[in-house]
């Protein structure tokens, strides 16, 4: 599977901004899908994810971290084949390039060895 993720850009503290990634495939429902986000000199941060089961019409299994909980939304739509990550109250530590990811387990995964494939990086950047 491919992965493109776009929306990033320059936004002031406590604004707002949606990023998304497009996956190509058809099998793109059974994938967990996964945001992370790296800076320089830092290792790859988990950010959000989302898993593949609905279960008789409930939300889908989701997972943040605790740096973004109740700020940022991770969301999918399966009939486009993409995911996005909706951040609001935006911080200057929110400033990173964000990365989209795809694991074959399905599920809403945290660590970026269980993800099989990579999108390119979008930059966000949060001014003061």
């Known amino acids: 599977v491919q992965l493109q993720a776009f929306g990033g850009g320059l936004v002031q503290a406590g604004g707002s901004l949606r990023l998304s990634c497009a996956a190509s495939g058809r099998t793109f429902s059974r994938y967990g899908m996964g945001w992370f986000r790296q800076v320089p000199g830092k290792e790859r941060e988990f950010v959000a994810g989302?898993?593949?089961?609905?279960?008789?019409?409930?939300?889908?299994?989701?997972a943040y971290a605790d740096s973004v909980k109740g700020r940022f939304t991770i969301s999918r739509d399966n009939t486009k084949n993409t995911v996005y990550l909706q951040m609001n109250s935006l911080k200057p530590e929110d400033t990173a390039v964000y990365f989209c990811?795809?694991?074959?387990?399905?599920?809403?995964?945290?660590?970026?060895?269980?993800?099989?494939?990579w999108g390119q990086g979008t930059q966000v950047t949060v001014s003061s």
């Open positions: 989302i898993g593949y089961i609905s279960w008789g019409g409930r939300d889908y299994d989701t």
């Open positions: 990811a795809a694991t074959e387990s399905g599920r809403a995964a945290a660590t970026p060895i269980t993800y099989d494939y």
